[in-house]
Every structure is written in structure tokens, then in C-alpha cells.
């Protein structure tokens, strides 16, 4: 077995998120993606320029799935 290949759950898992995400996303105001064909091959950042904690799920639901089975996520402080 590969060391790199994604297990099972993981791929069920992630594949869940994004529909769960998306049809959240739909119903409260339209999730629409464009340019993921200019995503580069290799590892990439990819920071929002919004100050919300939703911005992290927005931009999961959209990446392609083959990418976010390996995000990172890292945030700031709140604000006080």
C-alpha cells in the first residue's frame, strides 16, 4: 500500500464535506468557481482576504478534491 494514497474514510469523508458545504454554501447566497485550472501543480498557499471564519469552508468547498485532501488550515486571533 502507498504511504501517500489517501484512505478510504478520508476520501468519504472529504467528499461529504464538500457536498455538505456546497448545498450550505447554495442556500445562502450561491457558491460559484472559477479558474481551478490555474491552480498550480505543485504545493500552493491559498490565503482568503476576508476577516471570517467562513472564509476557511468556502474555500475548501471550492478547491478540487484532489487538493484539499492534503490543507493545512491556519487562522489569526480574533479581534478583540
Not at 18 to 25: D, S, V
Not at 61 to 79: F, H, I, K, T
Amino acid at each position: 500500500m502507498n504511504g501517500d494514497a489517501p484512505n478510504r474514510p478520508a476520501v468519504t469523508g472529504a467528499v461529504a464535506r464538500k457536498a455538505l458545504w456546497r448545498a450550505l454554501l447554495t442556500l445562502t447566497g450561491g457558491l460559484r468557481v472559477r479558474g481551478t485550472d490555474r491552480l498550480p501543480a505543485g504545493p500552493c498557499v491559498i490565503v482568503a482576504n476576508h476577516s471570517s471564519h467562513a472564509d476557511t469552508a468556502v474555500l475548501i468547498a471550492a478547491l478540487p478534491a484532489r487538493r484539499r485532501l492534503r490543507v493545512e488550515v491556519g487562522g489569526g486571533q480574533p479581534r478583540l
